[in-house]
T-cell receptor
Framework: AQKVTQAQTEISVVEKEDVTLDCVYE???????LFWYKQPPSGELVFLIR??????QNEISGRYSWNFQKSTSSFNFTITASQVVDSAVYFC??????????????FGTGTLLAVQP | GAVVSQHPSWVICKSGTSVKIECRSL??????MFWYRQFPKQSLMLMAT?????????EQGVEKDKFLINHASLTLSTLTVTSAHPEDSSFYIC???????????FGSGTRLTVV
């Protein structure tokens, strides 16, 4: 069975601080995709990144960076120099690769990030 | 590209009535659509997988007769909450997987309040 755990329920930081959101996953698949989504108060899901299990290289996109450690089944997300606009719920998610369009996307429990001015 | 339009954005209904939520893929064909439910301050829980032209597959614990899913065409999937009760009040969101790049696209969600 697939499972995604985000141990941090809520995090509060002051603007300009760096913050890391943890994600640990479980899967029996040898190949899979990992995702991060942002959900602002409006409810819409904003796609941030997709990572193939074959690719363990870390990725940086502006103030965002991701650390994928297959050995520890973790896919952590760091926001550098946080801003108030980063305040949202962040979800880590997992899907298989085989099966095409029918592959389910399983979400973690989510982390509420509050960035104080 | 790859937009899913979900309607309505929010709905308030009386207890005992039924509510239909629609998700349309605007610029692609969605053979499969996923339906999620999200209670306040909780994660998105997969309710069912809807397949065009066939019966939906429900996750364990989801009542098939209460949450009717229809996927009659490649561009439209609907979720009907029948005989809604206050405990059905939630945020419902649909999603389709993009076979071209294995990403997922989401509707904007429907906030259902049953009074």
């Amino acid at each position: 069975a697939q499972k995604v755990t985000q141990a941090q329920t809520e995090i509060s930081v002051v603007e300009k601080e760096d913050v890391t959101l943890d994600c640990v996953y479980e899967t029996r698949d040898t190949t899979y995709y990992l995702f991060w989504y942002k959900q602002p108060p409006s409810g819409e899901l904003v796609f941030l990144i997709r990572r193939n299990s074959f690719d363990e290289q870390n990725e940086i996109s502006g103030r965002y960076s991701w650390n994928f450690q297959k050995s520890t089944s973790s896919f952590n997300f760091t926001i550098t120099a946080s801003q108030v606009v980063d305040s949202a719920v962040y979800f880590c998610a997992l899907s298989g690769i085989d099966g095409g369009a029918t592959n389910k996307l399983i979400f973690g429990t989510g982390t509420l990030l509050a960035v104080q001015p | 590209g790859a937009v899913v339009s979900q309607h309505p954005s929010w709905v308030i209904c009386k207890s005992g009535t039924s509510v239909k939520i629609e998700c349309r893929s605007l610029d692609f064909q969605a053979t499969t659509m996923f339906w999620y439910r999200q209670f306040p301050k909780q994660s998105l829980m997969l309710m069912a997988t809807s397949n065009e032209g066939s019966k939906a597959t429900y996750e364990q614990g989801v009542e098939k007769d209460k949450f009717l899913i229809n996927h009659a065409s490649l561009t439209l999937s609907t979720l009907t909450v029948t005989s809604a009760h206050p405990e059905d009040s939630s945020f419902y969101i649909c999603s389709a997987r993009l076979t071209a790049n294995y990403g997922y696209t989401f509707g904007s969600g429907t906030r259902l309040t049953v009074v």
